[in-house]
């Protein structure tokens, strides 16, 4: 759980640096049950835009119909990539509703040579999925807080592949980080991994 010192920090993009992006921002103005939104409009991927935009109103819709006085909602951007024909966003969620701190994050990547929206596991191949997952499965055994039934879990329904592995960036090393929301592939008090 939590980063090291050995980690290679995730890359990251300035804003600016991305000729027409617009961003798209909200917030209540009742501060009793306050919420921020914020996600990247993005010129001509207007599918991974659609995407991203499902999922915030999918996180907001519930919590305004439920909200109780001093619960929060913020959901903010990272632009994790925008090289060539390739864009990578992580939306981070910290809210009341999800397990243990309430943080959870996904990334949405667009693929600009085929024009299409891609989730994360897209950028593992078709054929390599199983050796990946194996790999991820033996990285994380024996980690504080995990047991083989909670990570074998995890990873029992492949049609579920994509919502498990919805957090996956590069790091300024050229690694690739998955990150796993609390209680995903262990114990939720130990947080993500």
Known sequence: PGSSSTVSPVRSVDPSKIKGLQIVNNNSENTSCAWATSYPDVPGASAMTEAMKKYVEGRLAPFRSTCQEGQELN?????????????????????????????????????????????????????????????????????????????????????????????????????????FDAGEVGAVPAGSY
């Open 75 to 179: 959901i903010s951007h990272q632009i994790l990539v925008a090289s060539g024909d390739v864009l990578g966003v992580r939306l981070s969620t910290q809210g009341g509703t999800t397990a243990g701190s309430g943080l959870s994050s996904g990334t949405y990547w667009y693929d600009g040579k085929a024009g299409a929206y891609r989730t994360a596991l897209a950028l593992i191949a078709d054929g390599s999925r199983d050796a990946f997952v194996t790999a991820l499965k033996s990285r994380l055994r024996g980690r504080e807080g995990t047991d083989a039934d909670t990570v074998n879990g995890a990873f029992a329904d492949r049609s579920a592949l994509p919502s498990t592995l919805d957090d996956m960036a590069f790091t300024a090393d050229g690694g690739l980080r998955v990150i």
